[in-house]
């Protein structure tokens, strides 16, 4: 029996004001729309991205981009 | 429950049984009709709500199958065992703003029978022991606010109310009725939607548990509570019970409020309105939130949460919108779509930008024409607003255009190649409110 | 010259430790503004000025840590640690020095919420880190008034500019309303 740690990341849009240092740090996973506010490509983060993720969500100047850590049991 | 011989009949009408064409129904007139609200204690005594064994209403409404009338379609019993369950003491919510413009329902219940829906407020407090209700209305409304508090006036010096009800005029504005923004008005805040988590049923007015309702919706439960749960079921789908109010609008010889059961086809709703003045080409059903359907594969389709979904439209707040021939729905879905993006918040960059440019393009492919890329602009416009915004203001609009590039495909293509029809000449059908009667502020 | 507790040396450490610390917090307010202003080209992306923005402020904390130290192991003023936070709390220069301390607050409260801003929320953090407006005018009266080095050419060159850029994107930063906060 394993923990399995998933992590997504989500936009919080109200907070969001379109910096767009999110994509220029994890440009993997999330790009910018035309108006500048970040779109992104699938929520999941894989393991290897992790560390800029974190990253990413710190550099956020508003606070607006999340991760949640979703655990659930395998055997 | 109330004595077999006052209980009105199984059929329709039951909401509207005792509304007059002019003037709220008094507290005197509405006993008469339905019988004193049944609530535990009307002596004018000290008001102890005590925390109420929550079991006995929520219990009949559950068996009633009672769903939200405000657009949701959320059933009504799970919401409230929700809000029993968060920890905190509840507050209810009464949401009578009725935003979208095609819908009458909600303002013709307040204003012609308020107690039906106060009565609605008191046992939905009672059942999940909140002591706090508002009923929130727009606060542009002066007649009706002044109507509402005589209603609630007469009812305090009876002690009907076991909880005071506190009548709250928010912002005039479309996205100010979303419950969210009505949360973050009645705490103060400015009247926009908020981020969530947290929902209003686990943290809403003053962080605690709120139990949001259509007013129809409480207006159901005020007649459940007197007369049950098998009377509610005797009209109406088992899967979608009880009766609702439809808005019939647009080229129909009666448009206006109409009491049905669930599961009316939408045929018969129009009948009932009158039936179509000029041959329908299509119909916009559920509002600014649901979506067109050619009116052909709408008639038989049955007024149901369930039904909509399955042809790919929504039953929304209950609106029928009937478009003639002779109209043009791009040019309408463009000038609803122009209103949708100047209300919005302002707080989400893809509802601020893309709603505004979706709008522009939409209006180019009407009025212009498309020059062969319009349809394609307008789909590729949709995903980046689609779900990117705190609410689902966005969402409504991008439902609309998408039912309206599959409802409408040969004027869409004819738009898009040939250039405008004639339809865009006429005055327009869906309803707009013209800039003066907005609000533009948020507090 | 040699390094000892009562010789000039500590003073000297102080001076420029101090001046470097100006230093630092005039790049970290022009860098600050220009993260709100969303500065961005070609080769420099956003994300590096708000790197350096936070690296500066804390490479400021780190020296104002030695200014406040080689102050109050110098024995040549007694001027006790609790002076670097407590205004009026030495009688040497005691208005100078107190200006010092305000700075050097406000300088902490910048950058703990800043450290913790994820737990405080971002409303909360934006209305605390308002007061880099404050903190740096402070901080260069501290500078001025304590007067070791007014007289020195090109300190006061060094001053000059530094006040000219940052009057200069203060003033930019209120006039263009900053619109990521005006809605």
Same mark, same amino acid.
């Given at each position: 029996?394993?923990?399995?740690?998933?992590?997504?990341?989500?936009?919080? *849009?109200?907070?969001?004001? $379109? !910096?767009?240092?999110? #994509?220029?740090?994890?440009?993997?996973?999330?790009? @910018?729309?035309?108006?500048?506010?970040?779109?992104?490509?699938?929520?999941?983060? *894989?393991?290897?991205?992790? $560390? !800029?993720?974190?990253? #990413?969500?710190?550099?956020?100047?508003?606070?607006? @981009?999340?991760?949640?850590?979703?655990?659930?049991?395998?055997? | 429950?109330?004595?077999?011989?006052?209980?009105?009949?199984?059929?329709?009408?039951?909401?509207?049984?005792?509304?007059?064409?002019?003037?709220?129904?008094?507290?005197?007139?509405?006993?008469?009709?339905?019988?004193?609200?049944?609530?535990?204690?009307?002596?004018?005594?000290?008001?102890?709500?005590?925390?109420?064994?929550?079991?006995?209403?929520?219990?009949?409404?559950?068996?009633?199958?009672?769903?939200?009338?405000?657009?949701?379609?959320?059933?009504?019993?799970?919401?409230?065992?929700?809000?029993?369950?968060?920890?905190?003491?509840?507050?209810?919510?009464?949401?009578?703003?009725?935003?979208?413009?095609?819908?009458?329902?909600?303002?013709?219940?307040?204003?012609?029978?308020?107690?039906?829906?106060?009565?609605?407020?008191?046992?939905?407090?009672?059942?999940?022991?909140?002591?706090?209700?508002?009923?929130?209305?727009?606060?542009?409304?002066?007649?009706?606010?002044?109507?509402?508090?005589?209603?609630?006036?007469?009812?305090?010096?009876?002690?009907?109310?076991?909880?005071?009800?506190?009548?709250?005029?928010?912002?005039?504005?479309?996205?100010?009725?979303?419950?969210s923004a009505i949360v973050q008005?009645?705490?103060?805040?400015?009247?926009?939607?908020?981020?969530?988590?947290?929902?209003?049923?686990?943290?809403?007015?003053?962080?605690?548990?709120?139990?949001?309702?259509?007013?129809?919706?409480?207006?159901?439960?005020?007649?459940i509570a007197r007369y049950g749960?098998?009377?509610?079921?005797?009209?109406?789908?088992?899967?979608?019970?009880?009766?609702?109010?439809?808005?019939?609008?647009?080229?129909?010889?009666?448009?206006?409020?109409?009491?049905?059961?669930?599961?009316?086809?939408?045929?018969?709703?129009?009948?009932?309105?009158?039936?179509?003045?000029?041959?329908?080409?299509?119909?916009?059903?559920?509002?600014?939130?649901?979506?067109?359907?050619?009116?052909?594969?709408?008639?038989?389709?049955?007024?149901?949460?369930?039904?909509?979904?399955?042809?790919?439209?929504?039953?929304?707040?209950?609106?029928?919108?009937?478009?003639?021939?002779?109209?043009?729905?791009?040019?309408?879905?463009?000038?609803?779509?122009?209103?949708?993006?100047?209300?919005?918040?302002?707080?989400?960059?893809?509802?601020?930008?893309?709603?505004?440019?979706?709008?522009?393009?939409?209006?180019?492919?009407?009025?212009?024409?498309?020059?062969?890329?319009?349809?394609?602009?307008?789909?590729?416009?949709?995903?980046?607003?689609?779900?990117?915004?705190?609410?689902?203001?966005?969402?409504?609009?991008?439902?609309?255009?998408?039912?309206?590039?599959?409802?409408?495909?040969?004027?869409?293509?004819?738009?898009?190649?040939?250039?405008?029809?004639?339809?865009?000449?006429?005055?327009?059908?869906?309803?707009?409110?013209?800039?003066?009667?907005?609000?533009?502020?948020?507090? | 010259?040699?390094?000892?507790?009562?010789?000039p040396g500590l003073w000297y450490?102080?001076?420029?430790?101090?001046?470097?610390?100006?230093?630092?917090?005039?790049?970290?307010?022009?860098?600050?503004?220009?993260?709100?202003?969303?500065?961005?080209?070609?080769?420099?992306?956003?994300?590096?000025?708000?790197?350096?923005?936070?690296?500066?402020?804390?490479?400021?904390?780190?020296?104002?840590?030695?200014?406040?130290?080689?102050?109050?192991?110098?024995?040549?003023?007694?001027?006790?640690?609790?002076?670097?936070?407590?205004?009026?709390?030495?009688?040497?220069?005691?208005?100078?020095?107190?200006?010092?301390?305000?700075?050097?607050?406000?300088?902490?409260?910048?950058?703990?919420?800043?450290?913790?801003?994820?737990?405080?929320?971002?409303?909360?953090?934006?209305?605390?880190?308002?007061?880099?407006?404050?903190?740096?005018?402070?901080?260069?009266?501290?500078?001025?008034?304590?007067?070791?080095?007014?007289?020195?050419?090109?300190?006061?060159?060094?001053?000059?500019?530094?006040?000219?850029?940052?009057?200069?994107?203060?003033?930019?930063?209120?006039?263009?309303?900053?619109?990521?906060?005006?809605?």
């Open positions: 029996m394993g923990l399995d740690v998933r992590h997504r990341l989500r936009v919080n *849009p109200i907070a969001c004001t $379109g !910096h767009g240092m999110c #994509a220029e740090l994890l440009p993997e996973i999330i790009d @910018l729309d035309p108006w500048g506010y970040p779109i992104l490509a699938s929520p999941e983060v *894989p393991r290897h991205l992790l $560390g !800029h993720a974190r990253r #990413a969500v710190a550099a956020c100047p508003t606070l607006a @981009l999340l991760m949640d850590e979703i655990s659930s049991k395998h055997r | 429950m109330i004595s077999p011989s006052r209980m009105p009949g199984r059929r329709l009408p039951r909401l509207l049984a005792g509304i007059s064409s002019h003037r709220p129904a008094r507290l005197s007139e509405h006993e008469q009709r339905y019988g004193p609200v049944p609530l535990p204690s009307r002596a004018a005594g000290p008001r102890r709500p005590g925390r109420a064994r929550p079991g006995r209403l929520v219990d009949l409404v559950e068996r009633s199958g009672l769903t939200g009338r405000g657009g949701a379609g959320y059933p009504t019993a799970k919401k409230m065992r929700s809000v029993i369950a968060a920890p905190g003491r509840p507050v209810v919510v009464a949401n009578g703003c009725e935003g979208e413009p095609a819908s009458a329902k909600d303002r013709l219940l307040l204003a012609r029978l308020p107690h039906l829906v106060l009565d609605g407020i008191a046992l939905a407090a009672q059942a999940v022991a909140a002591d706090e209700a508002y009923l929130v209305v727009h606060g542009r409304q002066a007649d009706l606010l002044a109507s509402l508090e005589a209603a609630i006036t007469e009812r305090g010096t009876l002690g009907i109310d076991p909880v005071p009800i506190i009548l709250a005029g928010i912002p005039h504005r479309y996205v100010a009725s979303e419950q008005y009645l705490n103060g805040g400015p009247g926009r939607p908020t981020f969530s988590p947290p929902r209003p049923h686990e943290r809403g007015v003053k962080g605690r548990p709120t139990l949001v309702q259509n007013v129809e919706t409480l207006a159901h439960l005020a007649l749960d098998r009377w509610f079921r005797a009209v109406g789908l088992p899967s979608a019970p009880g009766s609702t109010l439809v808005t019939v609008s647009g080229a129909v010889a009666r448009p206006g409020v109409y009491e049905i059961e669930m599961g009316t086809p939408i045929g018969q709703v129009v009948m009932l309105a009158g039936g179509p003045t000029k041959r329908l080409h299509g119909l916009l059903v559920g509002g600014y939130f649901g979506g067109w359907l050619p009116a052909k594969v709408a008639w038989p389709v049955p007024m149901t949460h369930a039904g909509l979904r399955s042809v790919g439209g929504a039953m929304g707040a209950g609106m029928v919108i009937a478009l003639p021939g002779t109209a043009c729905p791009l040019a309408e879905t463009a000038r609803v779509v122009r209103y949708l993006a100047e209300e919005s918040a302002g707080q989400c960059g893809p509802c601020m930008f893309g709603l505004p440019a979706l709008a522009d393009v939409l209006t180019d492919l009407a009025y212009q024409g498309g020059r062969s890329r319009g349809v394609d602009q307008v789909g590729s416009l949709i995903p980046l607003i689609e779900q990117r915004g705190a609410c689902r203001h966005p969402d409504g609009a991008t439902q609309l255009v998408r039912s309206m590039l599959r409802a409408f495909p040969g004027d869409a293509d004819r738009h898009d190649q040939q250039g405008p029809c004639y339809g865009v000449r006429r005055p327009p059908l869906l309803p707009v409110p013209p800039a003066h009667e907005r609000g533009w502020g948020w507090t | 010259m040699s390094f000892s507790l009562n010789g450490a102080t001076r420029a430790t101090g001046l470097v610390t100006l230093a630092l917090l005039t790049g970290s307010v022009l860098l600050g503004v220009l993260t709100a202003g969303r500065f961005a080209t070609e080769r420099w992306p956003r994300f590096l000025t708000v790197g350096l923005h936070r690296n500066l402020s804390l490479l400021a904390v780190a020296f104002l840590a030695l200014h406040v130290g080689t102050t109050v192991i110098d024995t040549y003023t007694s001027i006790p640690l609790a002076a670097a936070f407590i205004p009026f709390s030495s009688s040497y220069k005691t208005i100078w020095l107190s200006l010092g301390a305000v700075a050097c607050d406000l300088l902490l409260a910048l950058v703990i919420t800043s450290l913790v801003r994820n737990r405080l929320g971002h409303r909360t953090w934006r209305r605390v880190h308002w007061i880099a407006y404050a903190c740096w005018p402070v901080a260069l009266g501290h500078g001025l008034g304590i007067g070791t080095d007014r007289s020195t050419i090109w300190v006061f060159a060094a001053t000059i500019c530094c006040v000219a850029m940052v009057a200069a994107a203060a003033t930019w930063r209120f006039v263009t309303g900053a619109r990521a906060g005006a809605r």
